[in-house]
Nanobody
Framework: VQLVESGGGSVQAGGSLRLSCAAS????????MGWFRQAPGKEREGVAA???????QYVGSVQGRFTISRDNAKNTLYLQMNNLTEEDTAMYYC???????????????????WGQGTQVTVS
């Protein structure tokens, strides 16, 4: 499975961005997927995840500001990010578990396939 992220960029604090992740597997696969981020000098952390039933999970710091969603027909995952702060600055990665599952996870070790990342900078 190949994953290609897009939509990153530079934005002022309080602004919004929408990240996209195009997956190469078959449409409507409904694989479990997630968004992760890594800031310089910090470990990669889970941000949001979605399972086969479209049940979502968020890390506390983004709850209420970020929304994960997907278009199953297009096999594309999204992350809508609102009210961004400087602490959200990081490289953002899309990941897939490569299989259907029930019960989302924001733990990086649960994911098998990773994109190359897209940079988000908030100032």
């Amino acid at each position: 499975v190949q994953l290609v992220e897009s939509g990153g960029g530079s934005v002022q604090a309080g602004g919004s961005l929408r990240l996209s992740c195009a997956a190469s597997n078959s449409p409507n696969s409904r694989h479990c997927m997630g968004w992760f981020r890594q800031a310089p000098g910090k470990e990669r952390e889970g941000v949001a995840a979605i399972d086969t039933a479209d049940t979502t999970q968020y890390v506390g710091s983004v709850q209420g500001r970020f929304t994960i969603s997907r278009d199953n027909a297009k096999n594309t995952l999204y992350l809508q990010m609102n009210n961004l702060t400087e602490e959200d600055t990081a490289m953002y990665y899309c990941a897939s578990r490569g299989t259907r599952c029930y019960g989302s996870s924001v733990a990086p070790y649960d994911y098998r396939y990773w994109g190359q990342g897209t940079q988000v900078t908030v100032s």
